[in-house]
């Protein structure tokens, strides 16, 4: 599994705990109170963990002993997106991956009790709980760029680090930076698209999507 740089604390900065009432519960296969873990124990952790700078991390488990699944997910912005599960990174990089392991990671790192295998148990529960409420990406006007998210309709551009985890939901992204300050022609390229289209500005408008749809899978 990777290491903690993998998964950052932004992830979780957030993430509001769901209310207990409403919510479909999906009993994991793990023991309850093998290891004498109770409910009140996640409750203190929450208590010593809680600062201005960390997310209050709320109580995951039942009166029972269950496991509330769809707490965490909802904690730790896990998403049903194109019928995978999917782990909000972080406002630094504003995207959600389809990614097992790390998913997994974020089990046992804010709920100790689960074991390696227990954790791996709980990621399968997780796919089954979040199946009703599948969420779908943003709209294609919205392009990922690595500093932010920028609607091609408005011009508007919203840096990572000022969004929530519900603002965009990105699965892909450019690698290059947005900046207001970049010319939106190139006389270089211009030339180039209209000598390629013969200046015929219908095939033009396709060649520059063809491009952009290039950009788009860097």
């Known amino acids: 599994m990777n290491s903690n740089s993998e998964i950052e604390e932004p992830t979780l900065d957030s993430a509001v705990p769901q209310n207990n009432s409403t919510e479909t519960e999906v009993h994991s296969s793990a023991p309850a109170t093998n290891d004498n873990y109770t ?38 912005h896990i998403q049903r997106i194109n019928g995978t599960n999917h782990i909000y990174k972080g406002s630094t990089t504003g995207t959600y991956v389809c990614d097992d392991d790390l998913i997994q990671f974020a089990i046992q790192s804010y709920v ?43 011009s508007d551009f919203k840096e990572f680090k000022d969004c929530t985890a519900t603002d965009f939901i990105l699965t892909n992204k450019l690698s290059v930076e947005y900046s207001p300050n970049i010319p939106t022609s190139n006389e270089t390229v211009d030339t ?16 520059m999507g063809s491009f952009g749809s290039l950009f788009m899978q860097m």
């Open 39 to 76: 409910s009140n124990e996640t409750q203190n952790q929450a208590t010593s963990n809680n600062s201005s700078s960390k997310p209050q991390i709320p109580n995951f488990f039942g009166s029972t002993g269950h496991f509330k699944h769809s707490v965490f997910a909802q904690f730790a």
């Open 112 to 154: 100790p009790r689960f074991n390696f295998a227990q954790a791996k148990e709980e990621v399968k529960q997780l796919s089954i709980t979040t199946k009703m409420s599948e969420r779908t990406e943003s709209s294609s006007n919205f392009v990922g760029c690595a500093n932010g998210a920028y609607d091609i309709n408005t």
């Open 192 to 207: 180039f698209i209209n000598e390629t289209t013969g200046y015929d500005p219908k095939l033009r408008i396709v060649c």
